[in-house]
């Protein structure tokens, strides 16, 4: 198994562009969901989602749209990037929502904007 | 809302020593996992532990959810254990994860 992967690895965009973050698992996991990384912030939760066709916001969503058409893919899509968005993005899944399920991280994506 | 503290906020030590790295959480736990966030950034699954001791080599980890902390213990550490530890608590029935801010850990040759 590849796990969870993330594609790209680094990004930098113009103020105002729109991007997409890609994230794939292949272990049949249900669960998935985005964070961000910033320095001396640790990690926060931007969204989530528990099956294909659901998802949820997560503790900062603001600026950031997912869909879960498949159970092996979860985008995460920049509308109007901004300087604040600036941060390393981690994708993670795990077996089921339940919480009782240890979560696995992807490589993650480091994004500038400028 | 959920707190999560983890200490001390950094440590550095001399290779071949010992080190415990502690976490408190404000609130029943039914996810506990430690990560270890190597120097490119990578988070690496150290331990699943919402309860009970469990050991991996060199490292080791405690969690008594009835007092609401857990310890990672790292013996005859090495300059590859050099990073950011955290910890992690799950939510009940959402799977959101809730990190703490993190061990910084230096270990000098």
């Known amino acids: 198994n590849a796990g969870v992967t993330q594609t790209p690895k680094f990004q930098v965009l113009k103020t105002g562009q729109s991007m997409t973050l890609q994230c794939a698992q292949d272990m049949n996991h249900e669960y998935m969901s985005w964070y961000r990384q910033d320095p001396g912030m640790g990690l926060r939760l931007i969204h989530y989602?528990?099956?294909?066709?659901?998802?949820d916001q997560g503790e900062v969503p603001n600026g950031y749209n997912v869909s879960r058409s498949t159970t092996e893919d979860f985008p995460l899509r920049l509308l109007s990037a901004a300087p604040s968005q600036t941060s390393v993005y981690f994708c993670a899944s795990s077996y089921s929502a339940s919480g009782h399920n240890e979560q696995f991280f992807g490589p993650g994506t480091r994004l500038t904007v400028l | 809302g959920i707190q999560v503290e983890q200490s001390p906020p950094d440590l550095i030590l001399q290779e071949g020593a010992n080190s415990t790295l502690r976490c408190n959480f404000s609130?029943?736990?039914?996810?506990l996992q430690w990560f270890h966030q190597n120097p490119w950034g990578q988070l690496i699954n150290l331990f699943y532990i919402p309860s009970g001791t469990k050991q991996n080599g060199r490292l080791s980890a405690t969690t008594v959810a009835t007092e609401r902390y857990s310890l990672l213990y790292i013996s005859s550490s090495q300059t590859t254990d050099s990073g950011v530890y955290f910890c992690?608590?799950?939510?009940?029935?959402?799977?959101?994860?809730?990190f703490g801010q993190g061990t910084t850990l230096q270990v000098k040759p």
């Open positions: 989602s528990v099956g294909a066709g659901i998802t």
């Open positions: 609130d029943s736990v039914n996810n």
């Open positions: 992690a608590r799950g939510t009940s029935n959402t799977g959101k994860l809730i």
